[in-house]
Every structure is written in C-alpha cells, then in structure tokens.
C-alpha cells in the first residue's frame, strides 16, 4: 500500500477515494482516471492535498466539510496590491514554488497578456487553496474603473472580503465604489492595511479615513512595529504578542512571534494593553452576549479575559457586519501576510453561516449561479458557478432558468493556483469550474432541471403569506444576476476584408458572453458593427483581446461619447396606419401624450387612460410597448436613447385582424412624431473625478479642470498631496491622463467614475450638433 501511495505522489496523480476502503484495481483505475493537468512554466511544492509522502482522500480535498470552507475576494482601489498579497497566499500555502511579480509579469491570477503587460487587473480571477486545514477560494478582482462589472458580478456569490487599502493613500476613489458594492450584498470584510513599509505610510490616517469616509467602525486586531522604512512587524492585539519577520529571510515564511513583556518592551506592552481594552470596550458595545460575559467575569481585569472569547466576539461583529477588524503588514516584502491568512479562517464567514433567503424553496435540490465565463481555445467556454445547494457531477444535465433550456456539464475542474483539477463531484458552498456549457451566461441561475424549479416555485408561493410577497418571492428563485451599467463610449469596429465580418461577429459573441458590460449594436443606416463599453482602456483592451486571441487586425473608428436625450414639454401626436396585405387590411389610429419626467428614469414610464385599458388584449399592450420602447431608442437630435419621459396612451382603435407586428408600427411612428415636435435636450455622461497632486502642482491642474468645464467641490489634504474633488463632463476627459502627466511630471494620478447624466447647457448643445452635422 505504501509503494502505491509513493507510485502516486511520483506520479502526480490523485485517487478518488479513501485508500484504506479501496481494492489495488480500484486504486488504478482511479488513478487512470484522474489526470492532474498542469502548465509548463511554473513549479509547485507539492500537490493539492499531499503533504510530504502522504495522500489526503480525494474527499476531503475536493469537498471539505462547508464549515472550513471560505469563499472571498480581494478587492481595492487600483494600485493597492491585490494581486501582489493574492499571490503571497499562495505561495504560504504551498501551491506555488516562487514568488509572482506584478512588474515582472509572472502572477498566477494574472494570466492574461494584456493583464501582464499593463501590470493591472482585468479579468477577476478564482483561485483555490488549503491554509491550515481551511479551504480558501479566492478571487482577485480588478481595481480599475472601467472594469467595475467584474468586481459587482464577483461579490455576488462570496462571503467574505479583504478590502486592501494603501497605507500611504487610505481610502481612494475605486475604494468607495468597491466598498459600496460590498454594502449593497451585505458582505462581511475585514481591512488589511498594505505598503507599510512605502515612504508616507501611516498606520493612523489610514485607520481614521475608514473611520470618516468609510463611515466603518475599524477594531484595530494589530499595531505596527515601525511605519516606512522602519517597519519590521506587527504586533497581535488580541494575544499581546509582537511577530518580527527575520531579515534573511527572502521569502517572509520564516517569522518569530514572541510574547510582549514589561522586561523587554515596556512602551510597546503599555501601548498594545490600551489597545486591547479599547477593543474590548468597542466589541462589548457592539455585541451584548459579549457584554454581559465581560462585565460579569472579567470587570475588574481585561488581561484575564481568553482570546478565544474574544476572536468569538469579534466573528459575530463582523458577520453583522457592525464593524471591520484591521490588520495591517506589507505583502511586496512578505511581512504580515499569514496572520491575514489566519484572520479570514477566524473572522469571515462559512457558507453555511450566510443566511439566502431563496435556499428553503429547493430544500437540498442544485441551485447555482454561474458568475463567470471564459474562452478556451482548447476546453470551449469555461463556466464559473457558485453552488448553493446540491451537488453538480459531470456528465448531468441541468436546466439554466434564464436561458430556459437543458445542458450537460462534460467535465468539472478545481481552479487550484494556476492549474485545473479535473474532480468528479462537488458539493454546496464550493466554487466550480465547469466544462461543455454551450449556451450558459453570466448571471444564469442554474438548477438540476425544469421540474426542480416550478416545484421550487410552488413552495414559494405556497409559503408566502401575501399576494404580492408570493409573486417576489418566485422572482427570487432566478437568483439576483448582476446590474450592467449604461456604457459611456462607443466607437465602430471594422474587419479588415469583409470576409472576415464572421469571424469578427463570433470573437464579438464570445467576448459578450465573457463580458457583459460590452454592448455590440449595428447602426441602422451605415451597417456598420458598434463597440460600447465603459471607457477608453475597456474598448481599447477589447480590440487588444480580438487581435490576440482572435486573430483579427480591426480598425477602430474615433471614440464617441454616448450622449442620451430627453423632451422639456408635453406634446400630444395622433397617427393612422392603414394597410391591406393579400387579402387583410390592418387598419390602427393611436393618439398619445409624451411628457417630461420629474425622477429619472432610462426607460420610458407608460400610463393607459381608463377609457383604453378595458378593450386591449395582453398581446396589443405588449404590442404597444415594444412600440414606445423602439422609438426611444434614437432621439431627433442625435439618434441618442430617450430618457426621462412619461408616455400616456389616450386612444387605440385597432380594426379587428390587425397584426400586432402593425401596431408596434403605428405606435411607434406615432412616438416619434410626439418627440421631433417636443423641445429637445441633450443630457451628457457627468463623470466624478478624484486627483492626487502634489502642492506644486495644484495650480495648473485647477486652471486645465476650469477650461474643461469641470466642478471643483472640494480640495482634500492627504498627507503632503492635494486631493482635487468634483465633476467634469466625460467629453471633456477624453485623454485626460497624457495631459495631467504633461502637467505634472508624471507625478499625479487620477480617479473617474460614472456620476449622472446631465442637461448640457444651449450654447454647448448647438455647437455639439454643428460638429456633428459638419458644419464647424
């Protein structure tokens, strides 16, 4: 039996069952079976679940029990080093040989070339991995914000986050965005304070901009040993005991941790009590069983109360998500990393312990959410799915609800690090990665087939006590997808020979599917293919992604803003359409009323008056809809979408036999006749912006904002910089970072985000349309 296990280990190859329970034909067979896949190029210390010259159950390894199991991701303003402490995890764990850079390209997580060549985050990627026992999936989330979407449709289906912040920077930007994704999926998160040892550092003003901008309460679970150049290590709050990193040691996995003593240190000793009673005080606050334990026992004497108690108490508080535990350390220098390893194992949650609403409905039957698809040259598309409850195999066959059709998984991978395990089950809690999903998209609620979704459905409605929470509460069974937000630029894509137009219409297909932020349209009147995305870098990697993975030289035409319109008065318009076909004559005259809207609102609000609702059937009022709905795609002035418009349907006389094809028709030239007789405005794409200049600096970076028609709200002082606040309109941005390099020497950097639309001003909106009729 011990030569089999040593034959196994040489041979990279794991059993599927428990050694002890099985035959040596089993065994083989197993083996023969299971294929470790892995990519040339990297090394790995030891195997996933084999530890020195044992082998773990496959069982174990593949569906540990769902206490130990931690889904999380790492999300942070840009910059802040998410990938760098993602891949110090992974080589403590065990699962990489060498240390991944960020500057020299060699990251696990970032594998994409673009990803590597840029040094930044595009793609969100999950990895898998054991830390004492634990089971870690973990995902990597881009900083940027063109590739927001990436980070919204990943939190969906974790339970945990570390938020990473620059110690010298605290609270950015992409932070406060991130951090409101985060509170809009009620995620528990703890904070890990990165780049301590970077010039300007400041354990203090990152802690109190948590504090301010956050509006988080922060439960500081350490100190640092030093700040800047001088930080060596971090002292445990909890345990009073200070952990020093030795110096010669390349790598940081060598590290002392020693307990504080009034011999040796008594400053820091002093200093660590205080903050372990203030933390006592702030948990007790926040916690009453917690309370009543400190206040009944351990009143007189706080060092007598066990930290077990404590790091208890302080689980809860983040699971109620009251407060934030801080840890802080330096992960381009190896130092702090594994005390975060421990403190996501104690703080953050298991799946079991996050309460989804819609998992009584399915009572143990497969319910997931497919998060995430990438392309395969090799494999097909890749699905990314979070399991809720049950079980996925391959070979099953499932049923995708939004889809509304049946498919069969062909195999299920583990993402662990930067090599796919090929495994034959998985259960509720884990993230999968799955192989055959045709027709599969991002935010798709997966379930084991039809049947299993209306007896879900039923058991909703069964159990919802009123009319309206029984219909929410079947919605709930499609489990919440993501928000795609509007693009705000658009540009043509062009092939380079029109042979090549479907090759470029399958890359565009697949890169949809991949990404939902990226919209594809046709203009009607050139036929030509239009990109819309969420800024410059997005479309720019789209076009990088298409020439690379796809093979295609494709001409991108200038980059367009995309402006919306909108009417300031209320027009009434009446229209007929009479047609005969063949032997049918369709005849419908519809009048309605078109009016401003007071809320925003992209869709157009539609009201019947009473006289009309009593004689339409379901089909004319969809009919009719689809009218309204085509008609505020393309405004007069600019063929831009309409928004912010009330519709009122006064009268519909449809001669009986008349298509409804022929309706949508009428309905929607009469539309378009209300809104070329409105008086139009065009609303323009506002954008939040955020630079960090030094003083030096400050003035001519004002003076170019004030030509840009931007809104200066606030000048903020963070450390020795100026961070300049406010809006400017996304037209006026284009090409903003060439200019504020110029300005600055490089020295600066900058944040936008999309803010609102709003009204462009008359003399701004006539010269726009003269630029774009060709007149100026």
Known sequence: MSNLRIFAVNHKKISSLHINNMCCCKIRASLRRLKLRLPLGRNYSSLPGVIG??????????????????????????????????????YYSGYTRSLGDVDDGDTVTDFMAQERERGITIQSAAVTFDWKGYRINLIDTPGHVDFTLEVERCLRVLDGAVAVFDASAGVEAQTLTVWRQADKHKIPRICFLNKMDKTGASFNYAVESIREKLRAKPLLLQLPIGEAKTFKGVVDVVNKEKLLWNLNSDDGRNFERKPLLEMSDPQLLKETTEARNALIEQVADLDDEFANLVLGEFSENFDLLPAEKLQTAIHRVTLAQTAVPVLCGSALKNKGVQPLLDAITMYLPSPEERNYEFLQWYEGDLCALAFKVLHDKQRGPLVFMRIYSGMIKPQLAIHNINGNCTERISRLLLPFADQHIEIPSLTA??????????????????????????????????????????????????????????????????????????????????????????????????????????????????????????????????????????????????????????????????????????????????????????????????????????????????????????????SVVIHPGTSTTMISACVSRCMQKALKKADSQILEPLMNLEVTVTRDYLSPVLADL???????????????????????????????????????????????????????????????????????
């Open 706 to 776: 004030a030509q840009r028609r931007g809104n200066i709200q606030e000048i903020q002082t963070r450390q020795d910089n100026k961070v300049v606040i406010g809006f400017v309109p996304l037209a006026e941005i284009m090409g903003y970072s060439t200019v504020l390099r110029t300005l600055t020497s490089g020295s600066a950097t900058f944040a936008l985000e999309l803010s609102n639309y709003q009204a462009m001003n008359p003399q701004d909106q006539s010269m726009l349309l003269s630029r774009r009729s060709g007149l100026s």
């Open 429 to 650: 809690g884990n993230i999968a990665l799955t192989v055959g999903l045709k027709r599969t998209a991002t935010g798709d609620t997966i379930v084991s087939s039809k049947s299993s979704a209306l007896a879900a459905a039923r058991r909703a409605e069964r159990k919802g006590e009123k009319k309206h929470r029984q219909n929410s509460e079947a919605e709930r069974l499609l489990l919440a997808g993501v928000e795609i937000p509007e693009p705000v630029f658009f540009c043509t894509v062009e092939p380079p020979s029109m042979a090549k137009q479907p090759d470029l219409d399958h890359a565009l297909k697949c890169l949809q599917r991949e990404d939902p932020s990226l919209k594809v349209k046709l203009d009607p009147d050139s036929g030509q293919t239009i990109l819309c995305g969420m800024g410059e870098l997005h479309i720019e990697i789209i076009h990088d992604r298409i020439k690379r993975e796809y093979g295609l030289e494709t001409y991108l035409g200038p980059l367009q803003v995309a402006y919306h319109e909108t009417i300031l008065n209320s027009v009434r318009a009446t229209d007929t359409l009479d047609r005969t076909l063949g032997d049918k004559r369709h005849l419908v005259t519809v009048e309605l009323e078109a009016k401003p809207l007071e809320t925003s609102s992209l869709q157009p609000v539609i009201d019947y008056a009473e006289s009309v609702t009593q004689d339409l059937s379901q089909a004319s009022r969809e009919a009719i809809e689809n009218g309204i709905h085509s008609a505020c795609l393309q405004g007069p002035l600019l063929g831009s979408p309409i928004q912010d418009v009330a519709v009122t349907l006064h």
């Open 53 to 90: 010259n044992d082998i773990k159950s496959l069982h174990s390894i593949i569906s540990p029990p769902i206490a130990k199991i931690r889904n999380i991701g790492i999300m942070a303003h840009i910059d802040a080093g998410k990938t760098t402490t993602t891949e110090r995890m992974l």
